[in-house]
């Protein structure tokens, strides 16, 4: 017995010499972090309470930023959903994305995204609302929506994760995108009074009352923020999961969505966690959305595809530090195309192309296109743009504030931003600005080269001839499939589609 009872004591000893470095090599191995991104639309920054709005209530925007990181400087690729979204998703800016790069087109199945890149490295993934898009995945070779497969709420799609299994989960919410629901501003009880009104929209109250509405609108994607911190809590998997809250752009008022003026670019941005993050911090260097993607894979331990852009925020995170870190990052570059919010009226393009850089003090933008006509419904800008339209001729004031919103642009703006924060009086003809408008000029052409813009490569007419989904059709599954010449001519074509 005593024979039998030796051998296996040293069996047993053997085995654990040779299990022993695995065994550490687990035990020293982190676990990988959750994703969870919660993005709502049309928002601008300002118009949450962390960033020191008195009127908006945001309090589970603000655990996040408290318990995590704020980013006051975060600005979108471009200032409309699908184009937007596309760029988040790759990680790229928008003008690489082929025909993503325009409203309503279609992402590529061929563009490396974050989701799929996560599950192909083990992680669980799906997605609740609305992902990327408005387009046709289906035109992109996509067998589902590249944001991942559909849950019917986070609840139902963490019981779905298999265990000790990381996820990553997208949650989108259509809050603050038009139409309003009136009643949500009702039931909050809010005085039009206390609405910070931009300077170049009207003062009457119907236009108050209106951004009171947007103002609730994001209140409400806040409560569903506050249920997914809940659900995660109840879970506990709070610690270890990388929690982003942000918007794909600004709000859709005049010189907002669809604009390059911070009103239409800079989102709000909260990132946590926990287990890695030191809590209550402001971050003020410039990022943009693009950058998440780079974020998450490094997070986790991935190789960054070499076509992305973006630049990982991860430094910054794990960064003891407050204010300005990585002193690289004092500038931004974004865009836009047309959209099909640009055809308005007669069917022609409306609408002017642009890029701009922005840094801490100075927006450039240079206009592509300026003998197009302006666009209107691209803005979506409600009610005030009904009534400036209406009075522009009466109101030599308002005659101004609409001039400002919907009059032609020239190729080239200017705006001290410290001085001018709603960007209101461009600088680019002054003499003692010419300098500057040089310098940026020549800084936003190497980057837009540099990163294979088409406009910069002499290959504009391209954008003309992307095909995009315009809208559902009146039968169930069917959809207006747009084509354009390269004048900006359209034809139609209606066909069944289950992809948008």
């Given at each position: 017995?005593?024979?039998?009872?030796?051998?296996?004591?040293?069996?047993?000893?053997?085995?654990?010499?040779?299990?022993?470095?695995?065994?550490?090599?687990?035990?020293?191995?982190?676990?990988?972090?959750?994703?969870?991104?919660?993005?709502?639309?049309?928002?601008?920054?300002?118009?949450?309470?962390?960033?020191?709005?008195?009127?908006?209530?945001?309090?589970?925007?603000?655990?996040?930023?408290?318990?995590?990181?704020?980013?006051?400087?975060?600005?979108?690729?471009?200032?409309?959903?699908?184009?937007?979204?596309?760029?988040?998703?790759?990680?790229?800016?928008?003008?690489?994305?082929?025909?993503?790069?325009?409203?309503?087109?279609?992402?590529?199945?061929?563009?490396?995204?974050?989701?799929?890149?996560?599950?192909?490295?083990?992680?669980?993934?799906?997605?609740?609302?609305?992902?990327?898009?408005?387009?046709?995945?289906?035109?992109?070779?996509?067998?589902?929506?590249?944001g991942g497969k559909r849950y019917p709420s986070f609840q139902a799609f963490l019981q779905s994760v298999p265990d000790r299994k990381p996820f990553c989960y997208w949650?989108?919410?259509?809050?603050?995108?038009?139409?309003?629901?009136?009643?949500?501003?009702?039931?909050?009880?809010?005085?039009?009074?206390?609405?910070?009104?931009?300077?170049?929209?009207?003062?009457?109250?119907?236009?108050?009352?209106?951004?009171?509405?947007?103002?609730?609108?994001?209140?409400?994607?806040?409560?569903?923020?506050?249920?997914?911190?809940?659900?995660?809590?109840?879970?506990?998997?709070?610690?270890?999961?990388?929690?982003?809250?942000?918007?794909?752009?600004?709000?859709?008022?005049?010189?907002?969505?669809?604009?390059?003026?911070?009103?239409?670019?800079?989102?709000?941005?909260?990132?946590?966690?926990?287990?890695?993050?030191?809590?209550?911090?402001?971050?003020?260097?410039?990022?943009?959305?693009?950058?998440?993607?780079?974020?998450?894979?490094?997070?986790?331990?991935?190789?960054?595809?070499?076509?992305?852009?973006?630049?990982?925020?991860?430094?910054?995170?794990?960064?003891?530090?407050?204010?300005?870190?990585?002193?690289?990052?004092?500038?931004?570059?974004?865009?836009?195309?047309?959209?099909?919010?640009?055809?308005?009226?007669?069917?022609?393009?409306?609408?002017?192309?642009?890029?701009?850089?922005?840094?801490?003090?100075?927006?450039?933008?240079?206009?592509?296109?300026?003998?197009?006509?302006?666009?209107?419904?691209?803005?979506?800008?409600?009610?005030?743009?009904?009534?400036?339209?209406?009075?522009?001729?009466?109101?030599?004031?308002m005659a101004r504030n609409y001039e400002l919103s919907y009059g032609k642009r020239p190729e080239e703006e200017l705006y001290d931003c410290a001085k001018d924060p709603?960007?209101?009086?461009?600088?680019?003809?002054?003499?003692?600005?010419?300098?500057?408008?040089?310098?940026?000029?020549?800084?936003?052409?190497?980057?837009?080269?540099?990163?294979?813009?088409?406009?910069?490569?002499?290959?504009?007419?391209?954008?003309?001839?992307?095909?995009?989904?315009?809208?559902?059709?009146?039968?169930?599954?069917?959809?207006?499939?747009?084509?354009?010449?390269?004048?900006?001519?359209?034809?139609?074509?209606?066909?069944?589609?289950?992809?948008?």
């Open positions: 017995m005593k024979d039998l009872k030796s051998v296996w004591k040293q069996t047993t000893f053997l085995q654990a010499l040779v299990l022993m470095p695995a065994l550490v090599q687990a035990q020293e191995k982190p676990t990988r972090p959750n994703i969870l991104v919660a993005i709502v639309e049309d928002s601008s920054w300002l118009h949450f309470s962390a960033y020191g709005n008195r009127v908006v209530n945001t309090p589970a925007f603000d655990r996040v930023a408290r318990e995590g990181a704020l980013f006051t400087h975060a600005f979108c690729s471009e200032p409309t959903c699908s184009p937007s979204r596309a760029a988040i998703l790759t990680g790229q800016q928008f003008w690489r994305l082929e025909n993503a790069s325009v409203f309503g087109g279609s992402l590529k199945s061929t563009f490396p995204v974050f989701p799929v890149l996560l599950e192909e490295a083990g992680y669980h993934t799906g997605s609740n609302g609305k992902t990327w898009g408005p387009g046709s995945w289906i035109d992109g070779g996509w067998k589902e929506n590249p949650q989108g919410s259509a809050d603050a995108h038009r139409p309003y629901r009136r009643e949500l501003t009702r039931m909050a009880g809010k005085n039009p009074a206390d609405v910070q009104l931009p300077p170049f929209l009207p003062d009457r109250l119907e236009v108050r009352m209106d951004i009171l509405d947007y103002y609730c609108e994001i209140e409400r994607f806040d409560r569903l923020v506050g249920q997914l911190l809940h659900t995660l809590d109840e879970a506990q998997k709070s610690d270890n999961t990388i929690v982003v809250v942000t918007s794909d752009h600004g709000m859709p008022f005049a010189r907002g969505k669809a604009n390059l003026y911070d009103l239409g670019v800079r989102v709000p941005l909260a990132i946590r966690w926990p287990a890695r993050i030191k809590g209550g911090r402001t971050i003020h260097d410039f990022v943009s959305l693009t950058d998440l993607a780079l974020t998450f894979l490094e997070a986790v331990g991935e190789s960054v595809d070499p076509s992305m852009t973006g630049k990982s925020l991860l430094d910054l995170l794990l960064s003891p530090s407050d204010g300005r870190i990585d002193r690289s990052r004092t500038r931004i570059f974004f865009g836009k195309e047309i959209g099909v919010g640009a055809f308005y009226g007669s069917g022609r393009l409306q609408g002017y192309p642009n890029r701009a850089i922005r840094t801490e003090q100075f927006l450039y933008i240079r206009n592509y296109e300026v003998d197009r006509m302006p666009g209107y419904n691209a803005v979506q800008g409600g009610l005030a743009t009904e009534f400036m339209k209406t009075q522009k001729d009466q109101d030599p004031a709603f960007q209101m009086v461009s600088l680019a003809s002054a003499p003692d600005h010419a300098a500057t408008k040089k310098r940026l000029r020549i800084e936003l052409e190497r980057y837009l080269v540099s990163t294979k813009d088409p406009r910069a490569l002499g290959q504009s007419e391209i954008f003309l001839k992307y095909p995009i989904w315009y809208r559902r059709g009146k039968k169930p599954g069917e959809s207006i499939f747009l084509i354009r010449d390269r004048d900006g001519k359209l034809s139609l074509e209606t066909r069944l589609e289950k992809g948008l």
